[in-house]
């Protein structure tokens, strides 16, 4: 069956779906039997018009400002206000999936933002138990099913980065080096800003970047950038074999680097032992003597 009925009618699957929204296919069910995507069934399979699916994105990230006065609006609301400079965690101590959590919430509880430390870990460990917020490409978006507004100080985002990846579940069944909490306390902001970031991550080249900059500040500076670029519509439409993981000029750099100093280091020498080789010498010299006598 064609996939594509026009410039604006290509269909989607459950699969691709998925990845054009970085949201899990379980998700991705639910929200379908609930009503809440438009889509359509075509031989008892359900698909979607991408068209469709993007014109649902923009009106959740518009919202609605006249019945949430209070709430800042998710589109409109600057991402430097969620991710401040002590947000970023350029090298992540854990090597597990709860550990993980638990040192991305503790980052967020030390600076205020949090008020219960234990409901959050908890919450998000109950999230992550009923399909993994991993994506393909290496980044994981975590997050609450409950937004227990009394639990939250402050909507916030706590990202980090792990040098050599952890194993978290990803459809792909690859590590997973980027870790995005988030604690954005109202519904109205968490789709919106998961929008954004899906968006701002849809680019192979920005995950390598991320995994490659150095500092907290440069971190910081591209999820920004990419921001702003999603905000302004600059985001190419990539197609979904694009997510897989590839690396950046520098990381391909360093590699090429590491290869050529172990291929120029010279292996050290064994130490040479003069007895023994004297011994061997004797013994090549008897043998071949004896090879030479004539056979009586």
């Known amino acids: 069956m064609p996939k594509k009925q026009g410039p604006d009618g290509q269909l989607l699957t459950i699969h691709e779906l998925a990845v054009y929204l970085h949201l899990d296919e379980g998700t991705v069910n639910r929200l379908v039997a609930a ?36 709430v800042p609006d998710g589109m409109k609301l600057p991402l430097e206000d969620l991710l401040p400079d002590q947000a970023i965690i350029p090298n992540l101590r854990a090597s597990t999936p709860i550990a993980v959590i638990d040192e991305l919430a503790a980052r967020a509880y030390t600076n205020g933002w949090l008020a219960d430390k234990p ?8 999230r992550e138990s009923l ?52 604690g954005l306390k109202y519904d109205r902001l968490h789709l919106p800003i998961l929008g954004r970031l899906a968006r701002a991550l849809r680019n192979p080249a920005t995950i390598a970047k991320l995994r490659s900059l150095s500092s907290p500040d440069q971190v910081r500076a591209l999820l920004l950038k990419e921001d702003a670029n999603v905000r302004a519509g600059l985001v190419p439409d990539l197609a979904p074999e694009a997510f897989r993981p590839k690396l950046d000029r520098t990381l ?45």
């Open 252 to 296: 391909r750099l360093r590699a090429i680097r590491r290869l050529q100093q172990q291929k120029h280091t010279p292996e050290p020498e064994p130490p040479k032992s003069k007895g023994k080789g004297r011994g061997k010498g004797k013994g090549k010299a008897a043998a071949a003597a004896k090879a030479k006598r004539p056979t009586p």
């Open 35 to 70: 009503g809440k995507i438009p889509s359509i069934q075509l031989d008892r399979q359900w698909r979607f018009k991408k068209a469709a699916i993007d014109e649902w994105i923009q009106d959740q990230l518009v919202g609605d400002d006249e019945s949430f006065v209070d």
């Open 131 to 182: 399909a993994s917020t991993a994506m393909e490409g290496g980044v994981a978006f975590l997050h609450t099913r409950a937004k227990d507004k009394g639990k939250i100080a402050r909507p916030f985002i706590v990202v980090g980065r792990s040098w050599e990846g952890i194993a978290f579940g990803a459809a792909d069944a690859q590590p997973t080096y980027l870790f995005f909490l988030l």
């Open 119 to 126: 409901w959050f870990v908890g919450a998000v460990v109950e």
